[in-house]
């Protein structure tokens, strides 16, 4: 069957990360700390725990039926289908065309599923130029976490992602998923990004969002976990975080000064905000640096904010 694990024994790394792009939610999470658990259609890789994973074809009448009720919900509120009509219009197509029932009837499938359950990604790995450039542009930052992040009961893993060439097919029975299935389609990625190094942990809420659908019911902040502040082990600023306001830098003893201007410029009100989280909580601060020796390399040093208001 479909392995969840990877085939070796994958041990935890000493630190997990989680690299910020400079925006606003970014600079929210971590200032009000918390973690954002995704909808999987909002990853970065389309093939992530994505669809073509599951197919429906092994479901019975009965269980397209309970899944258009339930979706009906979401999507009509008004409830502009009776229930006699989703029941012939779903009788007719198991019928007829059961293919295409299966298929139309995957989104929704998905989407009640991850209304209940959320995915953080976290890299194991620090300097990984590609994840450096790729998530935060440079300009961004990473916070480094004890992988003992979560006390929550309603918090799985961590999990190491299952570096594969091929996926299976999982052909559930039921409108539920086994959780062995949703640890297979959570967990498994391409051997094109090995790369990250990357751990998930998932979370179990009920009705939190689902991108697209405007229901009361569904609530984006049940996404946001929060976790101590203590489980930030440090903050990596990439090395353009300061870049587009370096007044005067003084080349004596590695001493560089900024000047912040966060009534006109909104990233400098973010760079404070994440400053003061810095030093109001005596987190320790690095920073990345592109080595100068030809390796073409990132490396981390440890640096010390000075904040003196004008």
Same mark, same amino acid.
């Given at each position: 069957?479909?392995?969840?694990?990877?085939?070796?024994?994958?041990?935890?790394? #000493?630190?997990?990360?989680?690299?910020?792009? !400079?925006?606003?939610?970014?600079?929210?999470?971590?200032?009000?700390?918390?973690? #954002? *658990?995704?909808?999987?259609?909002?990853?970065?890789?389309?093939?992530?725990?994505?669809?073509?994973?599951?197919?429906?074809?092994?479901?019975?009448?009965?269980?397209? $039926?309970?899944?258009?009720?339930?979706?009906?919900?979401?999507?009509?509120?008004?409830?502009?289908?009776?229930?006699?009509?989703?029941?012939?219009?779903?009788?007719?197509? *198991?019928?007829?065309?059961?293919?295409?029932?299966?298929?139309?009837?995957?989104?929704?499938?998905?989407? $009640?599923?991850?209304?209940?359950?959320?995915?953080?990604? %976290?890299?194991?790995?620090?300097?990984?130029? %590609?994840?450096?450039?790729?998530?935060?542009?440079?300009?961004?930052?990473?916070?480094?976490?004890?992988?003992?992040?979560?006390?929550?009961? +309603?918090?799985?893993?961590?999990?190491?992602?299952?570096?594969?060439?091929?996926?299976?097919?999982?052909?559930?029975?039921?409108? @539920?998923?086994?959780?062995?299935?949703? %640890?297979? #389609?959570?967990?498994?990625?391409?051997?094109?990004?090995?790369?990250?190094?990357?751990?998930?942990?998932?979370?179990?809420?009920?009705?939190?969002?689902?991108?697209?659908?405007?229901?009361?019911?569904?609530?984006?902040?049940?996404?946001?976990?929060?976790?101590?502040?203590?489980?930030?082990?440090?903050?990596? $600023?990439?090395?353009?975080? #300061?870049?587009?306001?370096?007044?005067?830098?003084?080349?004596?003893? +590695?001493?560089? !000064?900024?000047?912040?201007?966060?009534?006109?410029?909104?990233?400098?009100?973010?760079?404070?905000?994440?400053?003061?989280?810095? %030093?109001?909580?005596?987190?320790?601060?690095?920073?990345? +640096?592109?080595?100068?020796?030809?390796?073409?390399?990132? @490396?981390?040093?440890?640096?010390?904010?000075?904040? @003196?208001?004008?």
């Amino acid at each position: 069957g479909a392995r969840i694990m990877p085939d070796k024994d994958i041990r935890l790394p #000493f630190s997990f990360i989680k690299y910020y792009g !400079l925006n606003k939610n970014n600079v929210n999470a971590f200032v009000n700390e918390y973690l #954002f *658990f995704s909808h999987p259609l909002v990853l970065n890789d389309p093939f992530d725990s994505c669809r073509q994973f599951v197919s429906l074809n092994k479901f019975s009448e009965r269980q397209f $039926l309970k899944l258009t009720e339930r979706n009906d919900r979401f999507i009509n509120p008004s409830r502009s289908h009776s229930p006699e009509e989703i029941k012939s219009r779903i009788r007719q197509l *198991f019928h007829n065309d059961k293919d295409e029932l299966a298929d139309l009837s995957l989104t929704f499938f998905w989407n $009640l599923i991850f209304k209940d359950w959320g995915i953080l990604s %976290l890299a194991g790995i620090d300097n990984d130029m %590609l994840m450096w450039s790729y998530y935060t542009n440079h300009q961004g930052f990473a916070v480094e976490f004890d992988p003992q992040l979560f006390d929550s009961k +309603e918090v799985l893993g961590p999990f190491p992602i299952n570096y594969a060439e091929t996926y299976e097919t999982i052909f559930p029975r039921s409108i @539920k998923p086994d959780i062995e299935h949703l %640890l297979y #389609f959570t967990n498994v990625k391409s051997i094109r990004w090995r790369h990250e190094n990357e751990w998930r942990f998932l979370v179990n809420r009920d009705n939190m969002s689902i991108p697209n659908y405007n229901d009361p019911i569904l609530e984006l902040e049940k996404r946001k976990v929060k976790y101590q502040v203590n489980k930030v082990k440090s903050i990596i $600023l990439g090395y353009k975080f #300061f870049e587009d306001n370096i007044t005067k830098t003084h080349f004596g003893k +590695e001493k560089r !000064l900024y000047e912040f201007n966060p009534a006109k410029n909104e990233k400098d009100k973010w760079r404070l905000s994440i400053i003061n989280q810095i %030093l109001e909580n005596d987190i320790k601060v690095r920073e990345l +640096e592109i080595a100068e020796d030809n390796t073409f390399s990132l @490396k981390i040093i440890d640096i010390k904010l000075i904040c @003196k208001e004008e």
